[in-house]
């Protein structure tokens, strides 16, 4: 299996970004890591592995991403503002400066953006911001309003509804969505949720999924038993979705 190792200094974010890129060729994938996680953690867990045949074959190339959570969304120690301005920087890495990579290391038409858990949320609202970029979103265990408290988890934004926040939420843009252009853009892509019965995003992926088919987005949806949140099913789920 291909593996390969970059690493260089984002002007956009100004600090050093490293990612991961398996295989040679094949669909082109945008790997988002999951809450708080690594760009190496997918392979740490075994989930490029599950997918080595697929790689091998030359059927998908990943791009296995770092994030910055810990400096946005995850961030106690700054405003609600300055979270959700510091992902906005991270967008325009994505946009600027990885996407370029990809570009030059694969020469197909096909990109798809997927992610677990916190990855799932940065796929998929990254795929229906920029839909005309892509041809496939996977979220797998994901939320998709960072702005409720499902469970354990908080709103990572305290209660901040500004139109920066807003128009980072698919659940909460996606209804409103008139555009036709990015509307057709949008109902273009292959969206796949997939989430597990006890997990407490299930009520979260059932309203976004009827959100989407009010709005004519077709989604396929899936339901795993137990809560299906760790590295165990993922490597499971993903082989089947990607």
């Not at 060729?25 to 809450?35: D, E, K, L, N, Q």
């Not at 960072?146 to 939420?169: A, C, I, Q, W």
Request: hydrophobic fraction near 35%; aromatic fraction near 16%; proline fraction near 5%.
């Amino acid at each position: 299996m291909n593996r390969e190792y970059h690493k260089w200094f984002s002007t956009r974010l100004q600090r050093d970004m490293e990612l991961l890129v398996f295989g040679h060729s094949g669909r082109a994938v945008i790997f988002f890591p999951t809450r708080m996680a690594r760009f190496y953690d997918y392979e740490n867990w075994g989930i490029v592995n599950s997918l080595k045949s697929k790689i091998d074959r030359g059927e998908i190339q990943l791009f296995c991403v770092d994030s910055i959570d810990g400096e946005s969304f995850y961030n106690p120690y700054v405003s609600a503002s300055a979270r959700i301005s510091r992902h906005l920087q991270y967008e325009d890495y994505l946009l600027n400066e990885v996407m370029p990579l990809i570009r030059s290391k694969n020469n197909g038409d096909y990109l798809m953006a997927a992610g677990c858990s916190m990855g799932a949320y940065h796929a998929v609202n990254f795929a229906m911001k920029y839909p005309w970029l892509f041809k496939k979103t996977v979220g797998i265990s994901g939320r998709y309003d960072l702005t409720k408290s499902p469970g354990e988890f908080r709103d990572l934004l305290d209660g901040d509804h500004s139109e920066n926040v807003y128009f980072n939420m698919p659940a909460q843009y996606i209804p409103n969505l008139n555009d036709e252009y990015l509307l057709g853009a949008v109902r273009n892509l292959e969206v796949i949720l997939a989430v597990g019965e006890t997990d407490p995003f299930l009520p979260d992926n059932q309203e976004f999924s009827r959100i989407l088919w009010n709005k004519g987005i077709s989604n396929n949806f899936y339901i795993w038993g137990s809560n299906a949140h760790r590295p165990h099913y993922w490597r499971q789920m993903v082989p089947c979705y990607l």
